[in-house]
């Protein structure tokens, strides 16, 4: 039998109630826990059992994530529960701002950020469309700021110039076609991860083209295809500095009905999966 490889924690935090774009707040968690149901936990690519190489800890969800109950829930879950790597199933984008808030412990100069998103979430307010100018206003240095997939006409030159000023990396989604996922993720961890700080992921599934995630009411065409979102994902998580991904901004009621997009969430968690367990192969 092979050896275990850490824990790792799933945590879901449904939030929805500051989204720009109105919408349900039927559980996405939910959702993805059913769906991978669907998938066995071999890895062909790995020739890996994630079933008996891994241990992983459902600590079930935050209840009213967007309430200050729901932040308090956080605070003590990462207080209190050991994992070598969480996992947190959003909700929309505004997870982002509460989770490495609460991960950080007023700390957050001392961490890094990668975004996986078609949108730099550099609006004014508290919204899901706000978590990076937050965490940014909160003392998180733009210098370790890494946001990958930006899209064209889904961002204002405004917002751009401000993330810019701030000293955040922007890589557009043309470099990922151009010079390929593995270098961009490489970047991404060297300038996020600097220093050997500790690194949060965010992936908005948003990012993707729009007819592999209707379920994301932001979604464009010509987005990331599913596949370039897998490779991301496992690279991104077999880096030892990533303490945390999250998956966002899925609203289940607007899936279609095949479930593609959260059957996609679905296997960005077995994505995250596989990249941990190549941390110690």
Excluded: K
């Amino acid at each position: 039998m092979e050896r275990s490889h850490g824990v790792v924690s799933l945590l879901g935090a449904h939030t929805f109630a500051t989204s720009v774009t109105p919408r349900s707040n039927q559980s996405t968690p939910a959702a993805v826990r059913a769906a991978l149901a669907r998938y066995s936990t071999w890895s062909f690519e790995d020739q890996v059992d994630l079933a008996t190489t891994i241990v992983v800890h459902d600590r079930g969800d935050i209840a009213d994530a967007d309430s200050e109950r729901g932040r308090s829930a956080l605070d003590a879950a990462f207080d209190t529960m050991f994992a070598n790597l969480w996992i947190l199933l959003g909700g929309d984008n505004a997870l982002t701002w509460r989770a490495l808030s609460a991960m950080a412990r007023g700390h957050l100069d001392q961490w890094g950020l990668i975004t996986l998103d078609a949108h730099l979430d550099m609006r004014e307010g508290r919204s899901n469309g706000s978590p990076v100018r937050q965490l940014l206003e909160e003392g998180l240095s733009g210098a370790h700021v890494v946001q990958v997939g930006l899209a064209d006409f889904s961002n204002s030159a405004a917002y751009a110039r401000d993330a810019l000023g701030r000293g955040v990396t922007l890589i557009a989604r043309h470099e990922l076609r151009s010079r390929g996922v593995a270098e961009i993720c490489a970047q991404a961890i060297a300038v996020a991860g600097e220093g050997g700080r500790p690194i949060y992921v965010d992936i908005d599934m948003d990012v993707c083209d729009r007819s592999v995630v209707p379920g994301c009411p932001a979604a464009a065409p010509g987005g990331l295809s599913a596949d370039e979102l897998r490779e991301f994902v496992r690279l991104v998580c077999a880096h030892p500095q990533v303490h945390a991904i999250d998956v966002t901004e899925i609203d289940v009621a607007r899936d279609a009905p095949d479930e593609r997009t959260v059957r996609l969430a679905a296997l960005v968690v077995l994505e995250a999966l596989a990249g941990y367990v190549r941390r110690r192969s």
